[in-house]
């Protein structure tokens, strides 16, 4: 079973300031095939990035995704303030697993 | 704008049974996959299982043989029960467009299941 391991657990940053998101997979991930999901406060998550570094519609482009095999990024260049959230990575190349997200980095305002 | 709305009670006693219903509006339920995802309070994401629009279906091993979740195409709803349920059941349940293996690019709203006697 494959496992993504998310760091930092907390990210404190200042509006205005460049966000860097890990998620390492503990096998290479075929195809790039990451997501990466917002979530804020008592809302559901919304997808930001999947394919590694395809943007979902609607989403800004200050967000960004990147990375391959094992190592995946997901890059907030200017953080603004309604980008303070939970963010989850997510595998879907492994067809068997369930334990599919990553416990979450939490971006917080400094 | 597809929209998904979960509904069901939101406390359910020990031992008892789980049920929700999740309602998809402005698109199809074909040719999709649909699933149940909850987060405990304070935690992580966990799929319980999902279905294809066909009707197959597939369940996390982690519920065993406590969790249903089945389609009604003719009022283009999806639903999920959850047997013999604890307070470690106690979470946001959350229906959602795909499953875990590809991206869940539609989510509801979430509700909040506590179970308590």
């Known amino acids: 079973e494959i496992m993504l391991t998310q760091s930092p657990g907390t990210l404190s940053l200042s509006p205005g300031e460049r966000a860097t998101l890990s998620c390492r997979a503990s096998?290479?991930?075929?195809?790039?095939?990451i997501a990466w999901y917002q979530q804020k406060p008592g809302q559901a998550p919304r997808l930001l990035i999947y394919s590694a570094s395809s943007r979902a519609t609607g989403i800004p482009d200050r967000f960004s995704g990147s990375g391959s095999g094992t190592d995946f990024t997901l890059t907030i260049s200017r953080l603004e303030p309604e980008d303070f959230a939970v963010y989850y990575c997510q595998q879907y190349s492994f067809g068997e697993d369930w334990r599919t997200f990553g416990q979450g980095t939490k971006v917080e305002i400094k | 704008q597809v929209q998904l709305q979960e509904s069901g009670p939101g406390l359910v006693r020990p031992s008892e049974t789980l049920s929700l219903t999740c309602t998809v509006s402005?698109?199809?339920?074909?040719?999709?996959?649909w699933s149940w995802i909850r987060q405990p309070p304070g935690k992580g994401l966990e799929w319980i299982g999902y279905l294809y629009y066909t009707g197959s279906t597939y369940y996390n091993p982690s519920f065993k043989s406590r969790v249903t979740i089945s389609l009604d195409t003719s009022k283009n709803q999806f639903s999920l029960k959850l047997s013999s349920v604890t307070a470690v059941d106690t979470a946001v349940y959350y229906c959602?467009?795909?499953?875990?293996?590809?991206?869940?690019?539609?989510w509801g709203q979430g509700t909040l299941v506590t179970v308590s006697s």
């Open positions: 402005g698109g199809s339920i074909s040719p999709y996959y």
């Open positions: 096998q290479s991930v075929s195809s790039s095939h």
């Open positions: 959602a467009r795909g499953g875990p293996r590809g991206v869940v690019d539609y």
